[in-house]
């Protein structure tokens, strides 16, 4: 069964700043998820990955498959990317996709 | 092209009473999985269902709890007898993957609030 782990818990930063939020899971999966909470409680998938690098926008995610660890890095941060950022993975490998075990989140603020 | 769209948005209910939320996947997608999220804690796996099918149910509570995501219409989570620990937000996904263990990406609903007094 997997374990994932996100650091850190929040995060405030300046308008501007480059932010970089941690996962990482305890077994080998298929893929990664991504997820944006908003503050009103909606989620967003921002990222799906099983390898390399993804970038949208200012946004860019990583994973390391073999040392079981993903990063997302925001540039240029901007007070409307205040939300909660969730990583998320498969609860077994091989398992169904979307039995997905969630990180905890990171909360981050970003202030003007 | 509308989104995945749950409803009721927000839903009260008195103990005992049942609770049926909604969710009708984007078009072409076939897959719906529910989550639950407590107040204050993570997102959770309940069910994943294709039409007429459930995939996977390891997250379902053994007792109260059924989904059925039917040939026609929407899918439906069901909650009998609540009780004030189901209160919470239920959220929804849809995949417009093909293959059972082929990670597809996923596309969320805004969430049924369930509060139960």
């Known amino acids: 069964k997997n374990e994932v782990e996100q650091s850190p818990q929040n995060l405030t930063a300046q308008e501007g700043e480059f932010i970089t939020i941690n996962c990482s899971y305890s077994v080998g999966i298929s893929a990664l998820h991504w997820l944006q909470q908003h503050p009103g409680g909606g989620i967003v998938s921002l990222f799906m990955l099983s390898s390399g690098k993804k970038k949208h926008g200012r946004l860019i995610a990583t994973i390391n498959i073999q040392e079981k660890h993903s990063s997302l890095h925001i540039t240029a941060s901007h007070p409307r990317d205040s939300a909660v950022y969730i990583c998320a993975v498969p609860m077994n490998y091989g398992g169904s996709q979307g039995n997905l075990i969630f990180g905890k989140g990171t909360k981050l603020s970003v202030k003007p | 092209n509308a989104g995945v769209m749950q409803n009721p948005r927000h839903l009260v209910r008195r103990r005992g009473q049942e609770a049926r939320l909604r969710c009708s996947p984007m078009?072409?997608?076939?897959?719906v999985y529910w989550y639950r999220q407590l107040p204050e804690e993570g997102l959770k796996f309940m069910v994943y269902l294709q039409k007429e099918n459930i995939i996977d149910e390891s997250g379902m509570p053994k007792e109260r709890f059924s989904a059925e995501f039917p040939k026609e219409g929407p899918s439906i989570l069901r909650i009998q007898q609540v009780v004030r620990g189901d209160s919470a937000a239920y959220f929804c996904a849809s995949s417009p993957l093909t293959g059972l263990s082929t990670t597809g990406e996923l596309f969320f609903g805004e969430g049924s609030r369930l509060t139960v007094l």
């Open positions: 078009k072409g997608h076939s897959h």
